[in-house]
């Protein structure tokens, strides 16, 4: 299914800005962060220099529903609980379906840009 995605709004971005980033950036914390939040076949692949996350997962019963849009909410919500400081601008999905395929990059793009990949634990 391709996603078609709508013009983030002034208060996505401030909902974005209220979620809480809790450093620093752990493989192992996203991976229990997502199965937590219903999510399961959990696949990560960094990038060589670490500045893009690949990922593969699936819904579980409780996000079977969710489509588009609506899944950046909780898939920002579970990055950022990982230390992964990630919002609209960097986190993109390129397939959704039975299983959800994305990448994001694995900071804040300013930030990326300017000091290059963040230290990321459990590689």
Do not use: C, Y
């Not at 299914?1 to 002034?10: A, N, R």
């Not at 192992?28 to 939040?37: E, F, N």
């Not at 990922?55 to 992964?84: H, K, M, N, Y």
């Amino acid at each position: 299914m391709k996603v078609k995605l709508k013009p983030v709004t002034s208060a996505e971005f401030a909902w974005q800005a209220r979620q809480p980033v809790h450093p620093p950036a752990s493989l192992p914390r996203l991976r229990a962060a997502l199965r937590a939040a219903d999510f399961s076949h959990v696949g990560l692949r960094l990038d060589g220099d670490h500045e893009s996350l690949a990922f593969s997962i699936r819904r579980g019963p409780s996000l079977r529903r969710t489509e588009g849009d609506q899944l950046l909410r909780p898939l920002i919500r579970v990055f950022r609980s990982a230390g992964f400081n990630v919002g609209f601008e960097e986190l993109a999905l390129h397939q959704v379906g039975a299983t959800i395929t994305g990448m994001t990059l694995t900071g804040a793009l300013a930030e990326v840009a300017v000091n290059g990949a963040p230290k990321i634990e459990g590689t």
